[in-house]
Structures are given as C-alpha cells and as structure tokens.
C-alpha cells in the first residue's frame, strides 16, 4: 500500500510515518519543516519538502497517486492564529482545500484528517460527543472546524471518501514545548533546563490527555474503517495539572517546584471527549493509560538526555 503523510516530519506525523513503514507502507512525506525536525524523519520515507497549499504539492499527489492520503500538516498553535487568524487561514483552510482537489484528481481511496477539541470552544460540559454544537472559541478550532466541512461537501460533491479524527490533548516523545496541548511537553523542558514549573490558574483545569502511539493506532484503523465519519479520538478520562505535576515529580523521583499564576484569559476550565463512538466505528480503544505514557515521554526528554551528560563527563 502507497500513502502520503502530510506533516510527517511533525510530532505526530512521525510516530504515524514509523508506523505506516513497519507494516511494510510505501509512506511519502509532505512537509515544509516550519515545525517539523528532519531527524525525526524515518529514513526510509520518500521525503518532499513542500507547502500543501502549493503546486508542487499537487504535482507530487498526482505523481505517487497514493491509496490513502493522511492529512496532518496544520497551523497548529492556537496562540498564533488568535496573532495571526490569515495566516492560520492559509495553511488550515487553503492548504486542505489544495490536498483535496489533488487527493480527488489522483482518486485516492481515503483521506484521514487530523482535527482538534478546539472546535467544540468553551462549552464546559464533562463528557463532549460528537454531535455537540462546535463553536470554536480560536481562529485554530475555526480554521479545522471549516476544513471539516470542506472534507464533508468533497465527499457529498465529488464522492472524495474520508474519515475526520478529532484528537484530544495529545503528548509524547518529539513534541514541542509549543503550540496545541503541549502542557506536558513545556514541563519536561522545564525539568530538563531546571527551572521551576509555572502552572497557569489554580492547577485544577482537566483536560483528556492522550498518548501519541494510541492517536498512531486510530490513524491506522482508519485506513479501513469509520468511512465518511467524524470520531473523537481520546482515552475519556480527566487528568488535572496538578495531577500530571505529581505524577512526574513520581517518575523523575525528586519533587518538581510549581509556581502559579493568573489563569490564562479564554483558557478552558476542563475538556474530555467521549470515544465511544472510535470504538464502535473504529475498533479502536486507547492501550496508554497516563502513569505509562509519561513514562515513555519522560525515557525519551529526560533519561536518555542525562545519559548523553554522563557519558559526556565520563569520557
Ligand atoms: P506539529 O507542528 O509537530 O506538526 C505539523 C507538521 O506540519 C510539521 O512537521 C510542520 O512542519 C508541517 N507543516 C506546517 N505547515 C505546513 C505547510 N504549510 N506545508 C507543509 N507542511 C506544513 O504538530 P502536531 O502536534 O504533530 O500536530 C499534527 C496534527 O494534529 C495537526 O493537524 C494538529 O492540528 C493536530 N492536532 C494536534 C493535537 C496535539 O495535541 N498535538 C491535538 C489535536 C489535533
């Protein structure tokens, strides 16, 4: 099987690109690298450096005419397109738009979107399903909320198939300490550089924390089901900051110092989705609970880090 990852030089389009290579895949990469690494691009991908709003793009897609595309290039720090809502506009919305025409033109099979919570907005409710009302409360969840629409009248217009996955806060080995859901990210990068960790309002705030091998698994159930559908992708449990706090003040051994401050404006208080649909429709069920998913990201930002010191003052 042929198949192009968008983004697949990002935090989680390379998990997903690793993956699609073990199960045998011919996996072609777009990317641009404005937040991708080429280190974590697996050697054996077909590597384009490219913008998805571009021609060059679609020449590639009509090219490698692939069996399934998996789109997950994106703007993808909310911040940013609050600053700048065109530029968010340009890559989330244009930027889908060309991948579709071209996904379409080149007849590929499926095309597997990466969407977000953040469509939803503010709606505070304890568990969210898919059919709640979205009103994005960013340009961000705007921007992905109105690709989804453009994946849906694709399909209802051109007969382009797809399947939309709405991701919770995911976390993991190669993330940022920026952008979407990257809380756990920003205090293992604390740790490392020693200094204390800044907790925005009172550290009550939950959100569905979900790790980057199970969002990789739903990716790849998607290949084959959830046809023409729009499913949560989350572990529907809550996990407060202050929890993700102790338990890596647990596995880093020493008690981490927190600081807080005035709660962010606009910050939600607390997010979880429901995945019962990814498990009815997707066959899918997260394997990752948190204690087991900070640990492997904390082997990944701090262990193997101290190694690399210690042999460094050994030699
Ligand atoms: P990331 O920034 O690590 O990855 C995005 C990748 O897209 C990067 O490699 C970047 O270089 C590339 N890219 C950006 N603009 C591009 C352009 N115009 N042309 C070509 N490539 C471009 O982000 P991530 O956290 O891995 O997110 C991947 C996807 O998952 C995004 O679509 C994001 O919206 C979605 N998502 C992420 C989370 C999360 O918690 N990380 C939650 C919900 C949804």
Redesign the pocket.
Known sequence: MKVIV????????SHLVDALISKGMEVHI????????KEYVNPQAHMYV????SEE?RKIIMEVRPDAVFH?????DVGKSVLYPRYDAD?NII?TINMLEACHKAKVKKFIF?????VYGNLNRELLSEDEVTIPASY?GLS?LTAESYIRLFYELYRQPYTIL??????GPR??AK????VVAVFFDRIKKGGSINVHGDGKQTRDFIYVKDIVSANLAALTYGNQETIQISTSQKTSINEILSLISDIHGISVARGFTAAREGDIKHSCLCNKKAQHHLNWKPIYNIEDGLKETYAFNIKAESNVNEAKSND
Request: hydrophobic content about 40%; aromatic content about 8%; glycine content about 22%.
């Open positions: 968008s983004g697949g030089a990002g935090f989680i389009g777009l990317d641009n690298l404005v937040s991708g690494q490219v913008d998805i709003g793009a997950l290039a994106a703007q993808a890559i930027g990466a969407s977000t919570s953040a961000y992905k709405r991701y919770a806060n995911v976390y993330q940022m952008g979407e859901g990257g």
